[in-house]
């Protein structure tokens, strides 16, 4: 504890699927934060907790890893704050270990090594249900004894041993562990202590770190990627060939004596039955990973959540659009005329409801991602687009990150660290944008009914369009998966390792939390993003001013206008008038924003004295000079084909570059990408004019 901040920081370490999240989650609950740590692209969560007695207590949420030899950037910053080596960051004054107490032996790796670095360690065993169901018999008592830490049995989706997690987090740290690693050979030790030297010299560790420090930066296969100054960096990698050079094979020898400590240890506090039963997971994965039932699974599964997202949302939008005519009209019906009530009504008003009115359908999206995360399904559909990943040479591995970015591209990028080969790393951030993520759901919501007609706008017809939408974009992302692999980034595939954790129910309380911080995102956002750019569009749409100029000609002749015109011979190939090329102008900020610049431009088209009506009536309404409807349903097809390749948005191409550290690579994704949509959008709508639609 500093003397600055005198609550005691905590700090939650794990394997990945250990549920280390949900147990964080259920301690802060809404008193914690998410950021990333300076320098790299790994999120940063830290939290709150009130214990027992009433104290204060400071909690971090470090990357999920297999062990402290790091492989990737998060593994690299879970070392690094353990060690005291990020500046960022202090060094935690106590360390709670999460493990699964049905997978016990993997999981005590990490946690002798975090024992060894000589922190006060608190071992939870979660999903102590799990091993209790395959008869699994951990003698809690014994091992607290042989480790001399506290062992919390826990079930952390029911709330079991958490009241002892904080009890046990109230009390005093233990005097000191009694594990001991097993003894490093002499010659190996004297190596490590020549390379301590070599890096003290350097800089790279401090001059009073001990043999762990340098061990496992030298273990550190590519640490170019994971922070390390560049300066140290080729002091790190001399040290690494001097050691493999004395002593081949020593990474395989430290990892097999570990494990068989660690498997002595298990051997007397663990009895499992001789022949394990068939358990609920097995019999799930019968059908979940089966080669044809597995891939009707999944495809049932998106096909339910689609239609919810149109069924169930449809009352909550009424209700915001209903609430947000109202105050347009109270502010029209309470404020004398002019540029100020213009202003409210046409331009905040009716841009952030534009938008807002969608969140319903984002809320019903993030609980379902929610869900397939926590009962462990999400893997699965990982292992099943692994056989599809493979013929475009890639793995199911990278599908992860490219199926997080169906929320939003921008941490479906920043997931890509996980991915041990460069090649597949690059491939999979080049391609991520194409999965259909949460911006473009208002853009769907919006030109799906407008496409179909009313006797066949059932919420299974929505949901089978935009099921559609999904599926061109993930093919389109195996196309251009395949297309690179073929031609600019040729190289072997890399196999596929992946964790298939135990099925488990839910833990409802961090889905919803999960639910809780992607809403106030979005509804951030339209606070302040969205209405920033409202305003900005109305005063675009609205100045300079012509006098005596009715609605429209006003529209035309403004600077929104006077921009839509000069793109629109680029865009009336596709079937777009020129205040669709305001909206897709105005898009490159944000995907979604096309549906708040087209609430704005029409609202400011429709003066004051009309009502402010939802946007949907509105493109209904809308007429070419020759009485067509300008959204036609194959104008709404061009556009949502549009929508599904462009790379429109300025958050992911930052973050792409800051994630490769060059330019090259998001100025080649937005010419692929653009020149994509504005080519497969021109096919859509010139061949379906030509057939007679």
């Not at 190996?188 to 930066?217: F, H, I, M, N």
């Not at 706008?457 to 599926?471: F, N, R, T």
Request: aromatic fraction near 8%; glycine fraction near 8%; include cysteine.
């Amino acid at each position: 504890m500093s003397e600055s901040n005198p609550e005691p920081l905590f700090a939650l370490v794990g394997n990945p699927n250990c549920g280390k999240t949900t147990i964080f989650n259920a301690l802060t609950g809404l008193r914690q934060k998410v950021a990333n740590y300076p320098g790299v692209t790994v999120e940063k969560k830290v939290g709150e907790c009130i214990s027992q007695h009433g104290k204060k207590l400071r909690l971090i949420d470090l990357p999920g890893a297999y062990s402290l030899n790091a492989r990737s950037p998060d593994e690299a910053v879970l070392r690094d704050v353990l060690l005291g080596r990020r500046t960022d960051t202090p060094r935690p004054d106590r360390v709670i270990c999460i493990a699964d107490a049905a997978n016990l032996e993997r999981n005590l790796y990490l946690l002798t090594q975090v024992l060894e670095l000589g922190l006060p360690v608190i071992l939870v065993l979660n999903m102590i249900d799990v091993a209790e169901a395959r008869e699994w018999h951990i003698d809690v008592p014994k091992l607290s004894a042989l480790l001399g830490i506290p062992v919390i049995p826990m079930q952390a989706t029911s709330g079991q041993g958490l009241i002892e997690l904080k009890l046990a987090m109230s009390q005093s740290a233990p005097e000191s562990p009694k594990w001991h690693s097993p003894p490093l050979p002499e010659p190996l030790k004297a190596e490590l202590a020549r390379s301590r030297g070599l890096l003290c010299q350097a800089g790279a560790v401090r001059t009073e770190a001990a043999l762990l420090e340098p061990l496992y930066l030298i273990s550190d296969h590519d640490p170019s990627h994971y922070g390390i100054d560049a300066a140290h960096l080729e002091r790190i990698v001399e040290c690494r060939k001097a050691l493999e050079a004395s002593f081949p094979g020593w990474e395989d020898e430290l990892v097999n004596a570990r494990y068989a400590a660690i498997s002595e240890l298990c051997a007397e506090v663990l009895k499992r039955p001789d022949q394990p039963g068939v358990t609920i997971t097995d019999k799930l994965d019968a059908v979940f990973l089966h080669p044809i039932w597995g891939g009707l699974s999944m495809l049932a599964v998106m096909s339910v959540l689609f239609y919810l997202i149109f069924s169930l949302a449809q009352v909550p939008q009424g209700w915001i659009e209903s609430a947000f005519s109202a105050l347009g009209n109270w502010v029209q019906s309470e404020m004398a005329p002019g540029d100020l009530r213009d202003l409210i009504v046409n331009g905040v008003i009716a841009g952030v409801a534009g938008v807002l009115v969608f969140l319903p359908q984002i809320l019903i999206l993030f609980f379902f991602i929610g869900l397939m995360e926590d009962t462990g399904y999400m893997s699965r559909i990982a292992f099943v687009v692994d056989r599809l990943m493979s013929t475009v040479g890639l793995n199911g591995k990278a599908f992860l990150p490219f199926l997080s970015s169906y929320a939003c591209a921008v941490p479906g990028i920043m997931a890509t660290r996980t991915i041990d080969s460069p090649k597949d790393r690059l491939i999979t951030i080049l391609i991520a944008p194409l999965a259909s993520c949460s911006a473009r759901l208002p853009v769907y919501g919006l030109l799906i009914p407008a496409l179909l007609p009313a006797h066949l706008a059932s919420a299974w017809v929505k949901a089978g369009l935009m099921l559609a939408m999904y599926a061109i974009g993930t093919f389109g992302a195996f196309f251009f998966a395949w297309l690179f692999n073929k031609t600019i980034m040729r190289g072997a595939s890399s196999p596929m390792i992946l964790e298939m954790p135990d099925y488990k129910l839910p833990a409802m309380k961090g889905v919803l939390l999960h639910v809780w911080e992607r809403a106030n995102l979005f509804v951030k956002r339209a606070g302040t993003v969205i209405l920033g750019l409202s305003i900005l569009i109305w005063a675009a749409s609205t100045y300079p001013k012509t006098p005596g100029a009715d609605d429209s000609t006003q529209l035309a002749n403004s600077i929104a206008g006077r921009a839509g015109h000069l793109i629109e011979p680029v865009v009336k190939p596709l079937g777009y008038d020129w205040k669709i090329g305001i909206g897709l102008i105005s898009s490159f900020a944000a995907r979604e924003v096309f549906v708040n610049t087209m609430s704005v431009v029409y609202a400011v088209e429709s003066g004051d004295d009309e009502d402010v009506q939802p946007l949907r009536n509105r493109l209904a309404e809308e007429r070419w000079p020759d009485g067509r409807p300008i959204y036609s349903p194959l104008v709404c097809l061009s556009l949502m084909v549009f929508y599904v390749f462009a790379m429109q948005c300025v958050s992911t191409i930052a973050i792409v570059r800051r994630e490769t550290n060059s330019w090259k690579w998001p100025l080649f994704q937005l010419g692929y990408l653009t020149g994509t949509a504005y080519l497969l959008a021109l096919v859509v709508y010139q061949v379906g004019t030509w057939l007679g639609y």
